[in-house]
């Protein structure tokens, strides 16, 4: 099992940026697919982006592709998302996930490692 705490979220204007980062503890964070997930409330978790073991393969949510960047560091354990353009429909708790067979899933139930959460909201 891996140990995921997130961090930098926070409250921004409609048009501003924040990056998350997942810090990754226990098994060696290599060996996962490293994923991120959006939750509102009333609502089931929303893939946003995932990215391979190694870093070399990623994909998004299509509503979110050109906006948000998904990157690793396997030396420092950390899962990172760049969050561009922020709009108030991105508002919500954002969750670093990872899974060690999950890669081109998008289905929350896939990740069986996650974080507790970090609150974004986009004030308009």
């Known amino acids: 099992q891996v140990q995921l705490v997130e961090a930098g979220g926070g409250l921004v204007q409609a048009g501003g940026s924040l990056r998350l980062s997942c810090q990754a503890s226990?098994?060696?964070?290599?060996?996962?697919?490293g994923g991120w997930f959006r939750q509102t409330p009333g609502k089931e978790r929303e893939f946003v982006a995932a990215i391979s073991e190694s870093g070399g393969g990623t994909y998004y949510a299509n509503s979110l592709k050109g906006r948000f960047t998904i990157s690793r560091d396997n030396a420092k354990n950390s899962l990172y998302l760049q969050m561009n353009n922020l709009k108030p429909d991105d508002t919500a708790v954002y969750f670093c996930?990872?899974?060690?067979?999950?890669?081109?899933?998008?289905?929350?139930?896939?990740?069986?490692?996650w974080g507790q959460g970090t609150q974004v909201t986009v004030s308009s």
């Open positions: 996930a990872a899974s060690t067979y999950a890669y081109g899933s998008i289905l929350a139930t896939d990740f069986g490692n």
């Open positions: 226990g098994r060696a964070f290599s060996a996962y697919t």
